[in-house]
């Protein structure tokens, strides 16, 4: 890889345009890149695969999309940044200290700016328990007050499930909170790019945030959009919110997605396998309660059109059962 030099904001949007058309194109298709029968994609470091410029100074280390183990050192999630003659902009810090250690050095790879802001897009582990390395960088770790708030109770519970999943690769991790939060939008004005990171209401987990570029038209998602592997639906998760939130994030008008989980795509690929998979659920689960049926007939939905995304097996079944018990009383 060779290293990024100074561009001026004209000259980088347009180069974001005329290579993120490529990437649309070849992307359009959706999950045809996804090859989860490889455990580690990219030998040598922890990441589960090198990133991938998306369009030009954004780039991605797409994660496994299987559930956290050993094999993927609990890199089942997207790291992202986007570089600027300014600095460099990271969204999610990683599963532990020596992942978000392994993305710095990648990162290194492609420019000698300094990593001057992290975003964690929620307050699960994937996304926040890499923030003790950041910080030590000196980078300002950002994130949603809620997703802040959740961590602060949550954070050791997750540490704990990492280190019993990552053992050695988990050496020291710990619990670090944003020093940074925001309620509803905080802006980055870097490098001549625009950086909005968005609250746009209750979605997946706690706070989710995203990443909006207005300028080269690009979302980091988050876990507000998945394609690849079924979504999962938490004790918490508010389907309903969801899919009111969901309105707002297609308002945006993006034409690239990064998303939370799986390849760069296009809105298209996400609503499919987001918006219209809770569509589907909560049409079936109404049909249900409609008939007087009972919680095992939830478990028993035929979803069989979501079969070939990866997790389908680990979560169809618990993904309906909890999408009944919330609207029983909605």
């Known amino acids: 890889m060779s290293t990024v030099k100074p561009v001026n904001?004209?000259?980088l949007k347009n180069s974001f345009h005329l290579a993120?058309?490529?990437w649309v194109l070849l992307l359009a298709g959706g999950s045809a890149l996804a090859d989860q029968s490889i455990a580690d994609q990219y030998p040598g470091s922890l990441l589960y695969s090198k990133p991938v410029e998306v369009i030009p100074h954004v780039w991605s280390a797409i994660g496994a999309t299987a559930p956290p183990d050993y094999k993927n050192a609990g890199h089942n999630n997207n790291l992202s940044f986007i570089v600027t003659d300014?600095?460099?902009?990271?969204?999610n810090s990683g599963a532990?200290?020596?992942?978000?250690?392994?993305?710095?050095?990648?990162i290194r790879k492609v420019t000698s700016q300094p990593v001057k802001f992290v975003f964690n897009e929620n307050a699960q582990g994937h996304a926040m328990l890499g923030n003790g390395y950041w910080l030590e960088q000196g980078a300002s770790i950002i994130a949603h007050r809620v997703a802040a708030t959740e961590f602060g109770k949550?954070?050791?519970?997750s540490l704990q499930s990492t280190v019993r999943v990552n053992q050695d690769q988990a050496a020291g991790t710990t619990v670090v909170l944003p020093n940074e939060t925001f309620k509803e939008r905080r802006v980055l004005e870097l490098g001549g790019v625009r950086i909005e990171a968005l609250w746009l209401g209750p979605a997946h987990s706690h706070g989710d945030v995203v990443l909006w570029l207005p300028e080269q038209k690009l979302v980091i998602s988050g876990d507000m959009?998945?394609?690849?592997?079924?979504?999962?639906?938490?004790?918490?998760?508010?389907?309903?919110?969801w899919l009111k939130t969901w309105?707002?994030?297609?308002?945006?008008?993006?034409?690239?997605?990064?998303p939370g989980h799986g390849h760069p795509t296009n809105m298209a690929q996400v609503r499919r396998y987001t918006r219209d998979y809770l569509v589907f659920l909560r049409s079936a689960v109404q049909a249900l309660l409609d008939d007087g049926e009972d919680l095992q007939a939830a478990?028993?939905?035929?979803?069989?059109?979501?079969?070939?995304?990866?997790?389908?097996?680990?979560?169809?079944?618990k993904n309906a059962g909890r999408v009944f018990e919330q609207m029983e009383f909605e």
């Open 225 to 241: 959009a998945f394609h690849e592997r079924l979504l999962p639906v938490f004790p918490d998760t508010d389907t309903a919110a």
């Open 86 to 91: 300014e600095g460099v902009v990271v969204m």
């Open 20 to 22: 993120g058309c490529l």
């Open 299 to 317: 478990y028993e939905i035929d979803q069989s059109r979501y079969s070939h995304l990866h997790t389908f097996k680990e979560l169809a079944a």
């Open 96 to 106: 532990s200290y020596l992942l978000a250690k392994a993305l710095h050095d990648e």
């Open 154 to 157: 949550s954070g050791a519970t």
């Open 9 to 11: 904001g004209t000259r």
């Open 247 to 258: 309105e707002k994030f297609e308002d945006l008008g993006a034409l690239y997605v990064i």
